[in-house]
């Protein structure tokens, strides 16, 4: 067995690996929306007159918006926000995010996800975005991938990237076990999320943290980009498998 494999298996304990299920996250992944999130982020919490950096907030993808702004609060004034607060700031959040536009297809990740599908996987988008211009341009940017039943968003989960939730939520949705799935994620709480739902996870380090961060985060294997893994995929697929 190569070294990759027999990695996952020593940590989680289970004895084989046999993926039949692909759980995807959208932003830094799909779309290349990190960029315009981290700027928005900032630019609804900085206008609050609460001091931040736009860098932080690419540490804090995965979160829901509730636990973002419950963090930046416990620094600013030692409380959470509350509801209303809460609110206010993921509205204008979300605004800023809107007007930036449409995010772009993050490059290879159409083709990966016709591989996906090609090996006869099936792919899940777990994503703990709430944003709705993204999840709508979905069908549009990836026609016949992912339906209402293979996705989980921010509307089915209630903690959020890191905690495994919304990784469990995916397995329950493709009806398979951990040791039947993958995880592409390309943040660390993200990749802490997948590892702690003990699925093999992939990181794709399309952000600016160091790769590090990543491999500290628990993935099993990282590569550079979307288009690495498009390219890698066939291969990957083969030698967990085999
Ligand atoms: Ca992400």
Known sequence: MNEITSAYLQKTGFSHLDPKAVLIDMDGVLYNSMPYHAEAWYKAVSSQGIACT?????LYEGRTGASTIDLIFNRAYGRDATEEEK???YTRKCEFFER????????????FLQQVKSLGLLPVLVTGSGQRTLLSKLSHDFPGIFTPQTM??????????????????GLQKASVQPWQAIVVENAPLGVQAGVAAHIFTVAVNTGPLPNHMLIEAGADYLLPDM?????????????LTH
């Open 227 to 239: 288009l690495s893994l498009s390219a890698h995929f066939e291969e990957l697929y083969t030698l």
């Open 54 to 58: 736009l860098e932080e907030f690419f």
């Open 87 to 89: 609110k206010q700031i």
């Open 152 to 169: 989980v968003t921010s509307f089915d989960v209630k903690y959020g990237k890191p905690h495994p939730e919304p990784y469990l939520i």
């Open 100 to 111: 930036k536009g449409a995010a772009a297809v993050m490059p290879g990740s159409f083709d």
